[in-house]
């Protein structure tokens, strides 16, 4: 993105911020309604082998040493008793890197897809298109997550997915059951080449007071079929508040061709008042085959991480965010150091 682009991207926001243009637009009529959404995120940060981007295995806030976007979205969203659909598309790091793989025009795509309720009394939608995924708590919208960055975990598996799936959520809203048909492990492009269908399965239970367990499996390949390696990866998650305190956990395990990668996250968050919070983050990621990520040509990817960051809502939907990090990793990978040690701001709209 050149300067005059950022430049009117930022003015633009600023005026929807401040109510000088009317963004958000909302229609309802009968049991049809229709509503338009914005958001940015604009970040600058700094690490210590004093690079302009951060390690290849982060997509997100990839820039340092100037201010960035990380991810502008439109949304358009439709919702009837029986159909809905939700576009939504974006610039920034985020599809810049993330979607990288993808055909260019392609990675302007966050969300695209259509559904439709068949059942009445039941609440049971099944979509097709591309979707939010459903492995992890994390989300590359930061009003979505208790912390700045996201975690290695969350940056190498899917952020999204496309294909066709059913949701059932019952009627106390206390359990979620769904089940996908894939067109890969993060992949819109549809390349004959490669296995489909890969399978996901989710399940979401609220019945323990404030308490949210999530299970996720997806099983499928990121490799040509012709070379039959399939991976079967599971996710846990649980999150518990008690009062002001909430604690985000996270372990995720893959197995492919007999080799193991694993990885855990913990996120403890703390509300001072109701602008001001902060959230301390322990992550751990291993993956001694390099088979899901491969780093600087090092044949065993251990990293562990610790970071705290500190949140203070300027308004409603104005969220500015500073977060220090410590990565320590088994191999010297940071310019031959095992220790990385980056700082990070961001302020985020929502409209």
Known sequence: MNTINFRL????????????????????????ELKFD??????????????????DFLYNHKNNKKVS????????????????SNIKLMAG?????????????????NE????????????????AGVYGSFIGLESAMQFDCPTLSRSIL?????????????????????TEIGFHALNGWQRINFDTSFAFPNYGIEFKSKHLKNVTFGYGL????????????????????????????TLYTTFDIGFQQENIFYSGVANLQKKWTDKLSSTLR???????????????????????????????????NILFRIEPKLYYSKNKGFDDEKFNLSALSTICFKI
């Not at 695209?112 to 979509?127: E, H, S, V």
Request: hydrophobic residues 35%; aromatic residues 16%; charged residues 20%.
């Open 218 to 245: 997806f099983i499928g390949s990121v490799y040509p079929k012709s070379d039959s390696i399939w991976r079967h990866y599971h996710n846990l998650t649980c999150v518990t508040k008690l009062k002001s305190w």
């Open 112 to 127: 695209c897809y259509l559904g439709f309720k068949p059942f009445q009394k039941t609440n049971l939608w099944i979509d």
């Open 93 to 109: 790091d985020y599809s810049r890197y993330n979607l990288a793989h993808e055909p260019r025009w392609m990675r302007a795509i």
């Open 9 to 32: 991207l930022l003015i633009t926001f600023l005026l929807l911020i401040n109510g000088l243009v009317k963004a958000q637009i909302e229609f309802a009529h009968k049991n049809h």
């Open 154 to 174: 969350a940056e190498n598996s899917p952020y999204y997915l496309s294909g066709i799936r059913s949701r059932w959520i019952s009627k106390n809203e206390k």
């Open 282 to 316: 322990l992550e751990h990621y291993s993956d001694p085959t390099s088979q899901n990520i491969s780093w600087l040509g090092f044949n065993d990817f251990q990293v562990s991480g610790i970071s705290i960051n500190i949140d203070y809502y300027l308004k409603e």
């Open 38 to 55: 914005a958001y940015s995120d604009l970040y600058f940060g700094l690490e210590s082998t004093g690079k302009n981007k951060n390690a």
């Open 69 to 84: 976007n990380n991810l502008t979205l439109f949304s358009l969203e439709y919702k009837s008793r029986y159909v809905r």
